[in-house]
């Protein structure tokens, strides 16, 4: 079944029912939520539905008891315990409290970032780059280019292009890999993660780095397909399975 909820004034979903509960779990949707069924007259609030209708509407359990944000069962709100936003229940909590140590994040329900957001998150890093490049390029006109020589021309070409690629690697592979997120990324809200929500190690972040550059060789329809996948993936996120979400 699909669930739509409202939040920030605007309608979300929709959600099946295990997301549903993850939401009802971690806090996100509340008694005054207003929600929303296929097959239900009008939107209501979630702490008004009826035990019995939301029951055979396969609704999550009222109020009077929450959700384990791990299992998904239903439990009295005495029976869990919280870890920041998250209930868990006391099945779940040895596991989860491993997983804590571990550094695996529980991030529940993921927002995907959009093609477009992405784009304007690309745009601020390209942005950056142009700026730095403006420390190297008179060095190297220098150094190696000659207008009137066309195999210079080419060299000075291939010189810029090769330290234009490195230094775009060393900053993605350092900031995606120690913050999740460049700083054209940090600025959109977005972040890179694993399909769990892990963060990337750095020879990920490195190889996603390099699956991004093969995108120049497909006429950048790699990243175009972020805007047609369910996950908003594009290839190289495809080739180094991460996903971009929002924070």
């Known amino acids: 079944m699909q669930w739509y909820y409202a939040e920030g004034g ?27 069924s296929p097959g239900m007259a009008n939107w209501q609030p979630y702490g008004t539905l009826h035990a019995g209708v939301a029951t055979a509407a396969g609704a999550p359990p009222l109020p009077d008891t929450r959700i384990c944000s791990q299992c998904g069962r239903a439990f009295s709100t005495d029976e869990l315990v919280a870890f920041g936003s998250s209930l868990v229940c006391a099945y ?46 008179p060095f190297v006109n220098m150094t190696a280019y000659d207008p009137h020589d066309p195999a210079r021309v080419f060299i000075a070409i291939g010189i810029l292009s090769a330290i234009g690629i490195a230094l775009r690697g060393i900053y993605e592979t350092l900031f995606v890999g120690r913050y999740g997120a460049t700083p054209g990324k940090m600025v959109c809200h977005l972040k890179v993660v694993r399909p769990d929500g892990r963060p990337l190690s750095y020879q990920r972040s490195l190889c996603r780095y390099l699956a991004k ?22 290839l190289h996120d495809r080739l180094c399975d991460t996903r971009v979400i929002r924070t």
């Not at 959600?15 to 549903?20: I, K, L």
């Not at 008694?31 to 929303?36: K, N």
């Open 10 to 36: 605007r309608q979300a979903g929709p959600v099946d029912d295990e997301a549903f509960q993850s939401l009802v779990g971690s806090g996100r949707i509340v008694p005054d939520t207003l929600v929303w």
């Open 92 to 137: 779940c909590k040895p596991i989860y409290a491993q997983r804590l140590r571990e550094g695996v994040l529980n991030t529940g329900l993921h927002q995907y970032g959009g093609f477009w957001i992405r784009f304007v998150a690309v745009f601020i890093d390209s942005l950056i780059m142009l700026v730095a490049s403006l420390f190297y390029t």
């Open 213 to 234: 550059v093969l995108n120049d060789f497909t006429f950048l329809i790699g990243y175009v397909i972020a805007a047609f996948d369910d996950e908003k993936q594009a």
